[in-house]
Nanobody, 123 residues
Framework: QVQLVESGGGLVQAGGSLRLSCVAS????????MGWYRQAPGKQRELVAI???????NYADSVKGRFTISRDNAKNTVYLQMNSLKPEDTSVYYC?????????????????WGQGTLVTVSS
């Protein structure tokens, strides 16, 4: 079993910064992509930023130049540095990992989600 635990959310004023962290633990053999998604009330979940194990990144247009994703592969941890926050960034932020996990019968590919952390940006 693999778990993702996010931290770092909270309330911040517009223009401020927050840093989210997500740690993966459990029966992990390997992790390819790790990333962040967000979902605002009444809206669909959307990609914010993602990074492969090799370091390739992809960002939503709405966060380019403001958010930076990084990883510590040795610690199975992904970070999201969020600067110049806007009220429209208010969402629940979810961590996701594409992991190869160890099972009773060998290895299995899993998409694992965290429980989410709330980011609220006040105007």
């Amino acid at each position: 079993q693999v778990q993702l635990v996010e931290s770092g959310g909270g309330l911040v004023q517009a223009g401020g910064s927050l840093r989210l962290s997500c740690v993966a633990s459990g029966s992990i053999f390997d992790i390819d992509a790790m990333g962040w998604y967000r979902q605002a009330p009444g809206k669909q979940r959307e990609l914010v930023a993602i990074m492969t194990k090799g370091g390739s990144t992809n960002y939503a247009d709405s966060v380019k130049g403001r958010f930076t994703i990084s990883r510590d592969n040795a610690k199975n941890t992904v970070y999201l540095q969020m600067n110049s926050l806007k009220p429209e960034d208010t969402s629940v932020y979810y961590c996701k990992a594409d992991a190869v996990v160890v099972t009773m019968s060998g290895y299995s590919y899993r998409e694992v989600w965290g429980q989410g952390t709330l980011v609220t940006v006040s105007s």
